[in-house]
């Protein structure tokens, strides 16, 4: 003896066109989805200041030699660079050279983000430097 379910009682008693037109609107009850458990929870890895400081701690870049393989750079109107574009193999060159200094599960695009920083912070930094270096990130003093 087979058991019916109560809709099926339903469709039993209904005539042929109706049912199909019933069947196709029953649907089985929706899963609700099941939370993620602390372990399934992707890790964003170190936050930005723990890998901004492995950069500032194990990587030694040197201001003139980033300023020779500059194809542009921009500053704003309170002339701080915000922006600046590598020649192509230099530019892989410190993104190489970023990866490797990554700890364990930190993600690449985290990692090269706060490269750009650490490059944008070598370039502005101020401090003693040789006689005739690039006058390109000095802006031109006016005479008044």
């Known amino acids: 003896m087979s058991t019916l379910m109560p809709s099926q009682c339903l ?30 929870v992707i890790d964003n890895g170190p936050s930005i200041f723990q890998v901004l400081n492995i950069f500032r701690r194990h990587w030694f870049l040197n201001r003139d030699h980033l300023i020779a393989n500059i194809l542009s750079a921009q500053k704003d109107e309170s002339n701080r660079i915000f922006w600046v574009d590598f020649q192509p193999n230099f530019h892989t060159h410190l993104i190489q050279q970023a990866i490797a200094l990554l700890p364990p599960h930190c993600p690449v695009a985290k990692g090269k983000q706060c490269m ?23 802006l031109p003093k006016k005479n008044s």
């Open 116 to 138: 750009f920083v650490f490059v944008l912070e070598v370039l502005a930094s101020e401090g003693p430097r040789p006689e005739g270096s690039s006058s390109f990130f000095e």
């Open 11 to 40: 469709l039993s008693s209904l005539p042929p066109s109706f049912k199909k037109a019933v069947e196709s609107t029953l649907s089985p009850p929706a899963a609700e989805p099941i939370p993620p458990t602390p372990l399934e």
